[in-house]
């Protein structure tokens, strides 16, 4: 068996000069320099709460200010769309012609150049043909009456409905068979 060459102690096991063990002794800090801090601790983290609290309230009112330009702006695109219509609506009271056919003729490019602003800002008519199932969604019954085609679909528009992408602005209004 042999001995190992090297008698000092495991530094657990040293001992000081006056024979006691010898520890490394971390000195608790004292109540004032915990109380410091913690104050520092809290003064940190009151500024990390005011930052927070201003981003949250900077973020709410971008939000805001781009809801209501993205609101201004999508009415601003569709009456933008609209105004050529109202110029051939201004040619054809300012025409003197007196001619039907050119008033017909600038109603029909007036009603074409109304249609294309509605496409444009995905205006859809909601116009059933005849026998077509009624959709409460899509329709509005204002009467029913007989008629030799399945109960629940329509007879006839009374006048066209309207929607906006998959939204109703106004329904159509439909006679229903009995």
Not at 40 to 49: G, H, I, P, S
Not at 74 to 87: M, T
Not at 166 to 174: C, I, K, S, Y
Request: aromatic share 2%; hydrophobic share 40%; proline share 7%.
């Amino acid at each position: 068996m042999q001995t190992d060459t090297n008698d000092t102690p495991p530094a657990s096991q040293q001992t000081a000069d006056d024979g006691a063990p010898h520890l490394d002794i971390i000195p608790e800090p004292s109540p004032a320099d915990e109380l410091a801090q913690a104050q520092d601790e809290l003064v940190r983290l009151n500024d990390q709460l005011l930052r927070a609290r201003a981003e949250v309230e900077n973020i709410r009112r971008r939000a805001d200010e781009e809801s209501a330009k993205a609101r201004k702006f999508a009415v601003e695109a569709f009456a933008e769309a609209l105004l050529p219509v109202k110029d051939s609506l201004e040619a054809a009271l300012a025409d003197t012609s007196g001619k039907p056919e050119v008033l017909r003729q600038g109603v029909e490019l007036t009603l074409s150049q109304l249609k294309s602003a509605f496409e444009r800002n995905k205006l859809a008519e909601i116009a059933p043909a005849a026998g077509d199932r009624f959709d409460p969604a899509l329709h509005q019954a204002i009467s029913m009456q007989p008629a030799e085609q399945p109960s629940g679909t329509v007879v006839s528009v009374l006048q066209k409905g309207y929607r906006i992408a998959e939204r109703t602005l106004r329904p159509a209004l439909v006679t229903v068979a009995q």
